[in-house]
């Protein structure tokens, strides 16, 4: 299976091509600032849709696993929006498989227990309000593609790792995730690619936890005292509680997303 990967160079998307490369299919991961780790490099910035099509078309993917974003309130509706428009046409256009990858933070945290994939979306953020609406273009443009929203994504050292050993940071005590292994993730994605199933589906972890609580069990996985992570309410106009319900997914998936207190127990 060919698998072309956007944001072949990030945290979760560097992990989708280092699997999908391992398991032997041909993996094609996309560049713009840095190099890829795994898979082909193929230079592509998804905010130009000449472009996009052109690498869609001279490389013919089966399957696209759209993973590339910006956070930063100056460039996540190119980012996100445009970029995502303009995969999810060439996608279609491609006779593609697309999955795409959409946040929690699609939900305004308003409500108690955790959000399945019935409930409606009402972000609060810039960052919510962009995935919502890249969201409604994969709807619009690739019917049967596959929306998977995720939380809070750890288990190598990638950010959230680097922030819970860190001493100047303070972790928000009542903002409430489901994070999830990124390895974990990255292969229930892989093993999604082979399904038909289409629509949105959650994909996070078992257990429902605050930032503040997360932080402290990273931070003693990797041998820091947990005691000295540093909680604070969170300000202001955040989403709280935004928990997904992944009750589907572990009816659909083989893979199996741990809870943080059980995956960081096996490091």
Avoid: C
């Avoid at 820091?224 to 909680?231: I, L, Y």
């Amino acid at each position: 299976m060919r698998i072309l990967v956007t944001g072949g160079a990030g945290y979760l998307g560097s992990e989708v091509a280092r699997q999908a490369e391992q398991a032997g299919h041909e993996v094609l991961a996309t560049r713009l600032d840095r190099a890829p780790p795994h898979g082909r490099p193929v230079s592509l910035d998804i905010r130009d849709e000449n472009e996009t099509a052109r690498i869609f078309l001279k490389h013919g993917p089966d399957v696209v696993i759209h993973t590339a974003y910006r956070q930063a309130d100056e460039e996540v509706w190119g980012a996100v929006v445009k970029g995502t428009h303009n995969v999810a046409l060439a996608a279609h256009r491609a006779d593609a498989r697309l999955i795409h990858l959409s946040s929690d933070l699609v939900f305004d945290g308003e409500r108690e227990g955790r959000y399945t994939e019935d409930d409606e979306p009402r972000p609060v953020s810039l960052y919510g309000d962009a995935k919502l609406a890249a969201e409604r273009l994969v709807r619009e443009l690739h019917p049967e593609a596959l929306t998977v929203r995720t939380s809070l994504l750890y288990g190598t050292l990638g950010a959230q790792e680097a922030l819970a050993l860190r001493d100047d940071v303070e972790f928000y005590t009542d903002e409430i995730r489901t994070p999830a292994r990124v390895d974990e993730v990255a292969a229930a994605l892989l093993e999604l690619a082979a399904t038909d199933v289409a629509g949105v589906l959650h994909v996070a972890g078992r257990d429902a936890l605050s930032r503040y609580e997360l932080a402290r069990l990273l931070a003693a996985a990797h041998g820091r005292d947990p005691d000295t992570v540093r909680g604070a309410p969170s300000p202001p106009g955040r989403a709280r509680n935004v928990a997904l319900d992944s009750s589907r997914a572990d009816g659909i998936l083989r893979t199996r997303l741990r809870g943080p207190a059980e995956a960081l127990h096996s490091l």
